[in-house]
């Protein structure tokens, strides 16, 4: 039987997650899938992020750590900057963005399909890696311009997602975290042979990008780009530099040689907030209408140049793409 939301205007004590790493995250999704929850659970923690469901189904989330389905698709050099305007102004404002690209050709359904869910299971992953502190659940938000359909199982999205945790524990003993810098060795440093997908990782290992740097860089996965760099570290292709991770102080000290931060270590906290006073409880389908006002949406840019996907299916890059 499904545990009752807490009364409104009430925090409740956090449930312990099933993962060290996750805060509260996971368990808030599980309570607020089996509560067949509509909203938006906006969730604190460096960065943090939202996760959007519609009757207790995850069809969104999203976080500055990990690439949404936009980047995904355009910097994989999947769809072209031109053809997502194209389509983005004629369909996201009647909420059509994904009809749009289907109808235009730009994607399949069975595509659509697997660069939302990508983005969903990459999101969750990367916001539970650097630990949420706490989670306010919302009845009310702005759709996402490009939903997860059907939607994913909450209960199956926390079992994926503990799993990718458990395996970034093996990649602490070389120093492969969320905020490490990776940095190619010299050529001829390994036989090992490198195929096209972790080539492109390890190409834009400078020592400067951090895994969130290249998977925007690439349009992939940030939890593909990690697995990948751990392979190349692995086979001596590459090394992580230690560096802090970022602090909220302006002035954190940059000490060469500091010890790995805890920063994708245990969280801290701690409470849930509940739906604002007035509500009774989870809010019901539909309740994540158009924005207030009837404005309509807007594209959000992204900085960093095109590349592909590797094998748990992302996007593959397009031959000849910018760069590469």
């Not at 067949?36 to 996760?51: H, I, Y």
């Not at 036989?191 to 020592?207: F, H, K, Q, S």
């Amino acid at each position: 039987m499904a545990t009752a939301a807490p009364p409104p205007g009430r925090t409740e004590p956090a449930t312990p997650a099933p993962s060290d790493r996750a805060g509260i995250l996971l368990s808030a999704v599980v309570r607020w899938g089996r509560q067949r929850f509509s909203g938006t659970l906006r969730l604190d923690g460096t960065p943090g992020g939202t996760v959007t469901m519609r009757d207790g189904l995850v069809v969104a989330a999203a976080t500055p750590v990990a690439p949404g389905p936009e980047p995904l698709l355009l910097r994989s050099g999947r769809i072209s900057e031109a053809d997502w305007s194209a389509a983005f102004t004629a369909g996201a404002p009647d909420g059509r963005l994904a009809a749009e690209l289907v109808e235009r050709g730009l994607l399949g359904t069975a595509g659509l399909e697997v660069v939302t869910q990508t983005a969903v299971f990459d999101a969750v992953f990367a916001m539970a890696l650097c630990g949420v502190r706490t989670c306010t659940a919302e009845p009310t938000g702005t759709p996402p311009p490009l939903p997860a359909e059907p939607g994913v199982d909450a209960e199956r999205l926390v079992r994926e997602t503990t799993r990718r945790l458990a395996t970034t524990e093996t990649w602490q003993s070389f120093g492969l975290t969320v905020h490490g810098r990776a940095r190619a060795l010299p050529a001829g440093a390994s036989a090992t042979p490198v195929g096209a997908a972790r080539r492109a990782v390890l190409d834009r290992a400078n020592g400067r990008r951090t895994p969130r740097d290249i998977a925007f860089a690439l349009g992939r996965g940030l939890y593909s780009v990690m697995t990948d760099l751990a392979t190349l570290v692995g086979d001596g292709l590459a090394i992580i530099d230690e560096r802090p991770a970022p602090s909220t102080a302006a002035t954190a000290a940059r000490t060469p040689g500091t010890a790995r931060t805890a920063a994708t270590g245990p969280a801290t906290a701690s409470t849930t907030r509940t739906p604002a006073a007035g509500t009774t409880g989870p809010a019901t389908a539909g309740t994540t209408g158009t924005p207030a006002g009837g404005a309509a949406p807007t594209q959000p840019r992204y900085a960093t140049p095109p590349v592909h996907e590797g094998p748990d299916g992302l996007p593959q890059r397009r031959r000849g793409a910018a760069g590469s």
